[in-house]
T-cell receptor
Framework: AQSVAQPEDQVNVAEGNPLTVKCTYS??????LFWYVQYPNRGLQFLLK??????LVKGSYGFEAEFNKSQTSFHLKKPSALVSDSALYFC????????????FGTGTRLLVSP | EPEVTQTPSHQVTQMGQEVILRCVPI?????FYWYRQILGQKVEFLVS????????KSEIFDDQFSVERPDGSNFTLKIRSTKLEDSAMYFC??????????????FGNGTRLTVT
């Protein structure tokens, strides 16, 4: 069965500093990995995905994520955080053995201080 | 950019009542989903729907739940007899314009269901 772990409930970072939001996964087949962001009272917005290819994936709003197969990780990163990046971030995984169900992590709240 | 739209944004109902949550997926999408998020908790998969039938469902999706695509545009989730623990944010999503494994989910803004 697929699973995702986001070990940090909250990440605090000062504006302009780099940020990392951690995610590890477990799947039985090849992983398809996603990051979504949720702003208050809104649905989840797609940020980026890893399917195959380069381990460093670039997405929306300057975010990127690094796929590490040996560590089964897919950490979200941004070189310079903005206050407007403050939101709830979800990592999700889908494997290639079944249908399209996405399994989400518990979410990490990112707080960027001015 | 096309969006998934959900109505109503907030639904309050009494325990034991039936509710129908409505969604209009993106028009050329083929796969439809319902997820829910209990306040402060993780986003949980409920059901996926393709070609007019359920393709996968979770343990949460018991006999009290049903889904329907009645007219080719709407996608509904019905809860027959609501319980207090059904209170959550319900998200509709759609995907699939071709290569399904490369097609991210597009979510609506959700319906907040409050069961009293």
């Amino acid at each position: 069965a697929q699973s995702v772990a986001q070990p940090e409930d909250q990440v605090n970072v000062a504006e302009g500093n780099p940020l990392t939001v951690k995610c590890t996964y477990s799947v039985s087949g090849n992983p398809y990995l996603f990051w979504y962001v949720q702003y208050p009272n809104r649905g989840l917005q797609f940020l980026l995905k890893y399917i195959t290819g380069d381990n460093l994936v670039k997405g929306s709003y300057g975010f990127e994520a690094e796929f590490n197969k040996s560590q089964t990780s897919f950490h979200l990163k941004k070189p310079s955080a903005l206050v407007s990046d403050s939101a709830l971030y979800f990592c999700a995984v889908r494997d290639d053995t079944g249908f399209q169900k996405l399994v989400f992590g518990t979410g990490t709240r990112l707080l960027v201080s001015p | 950019e096309p969006e998934v739209t959900q109505t109503p944004s907030h639904q309050v109902t009494q325990m034991g009542q039936e509710v129908i949550l409505r969604c209009v997926p993106i028009s050329n999408h083929l796969y439809f989903y319902w997820y829910r998020q209990i306040l402060g908790q993780k986003v949980e998969f409920l059901v996926s729907f393709y070609n007019n039938e359920i393709s996968e469902k979770s343990e949460i999706f018991d006999d009290q739940f049903s889904v329907e695509r009645p007219d080719g545009s709407n996608f509904t989730l019905k809860i027959r007899s609501t319980k207090l623990e059904d209170s959550a944010m319900y998200f509709c999503a759609s995907s699939g314009t071709g290569d399904l494994n490369n097609s991210p989910l597009h979510f609506g803004n959700g319906t907040r269901l409050t069961v009293t």
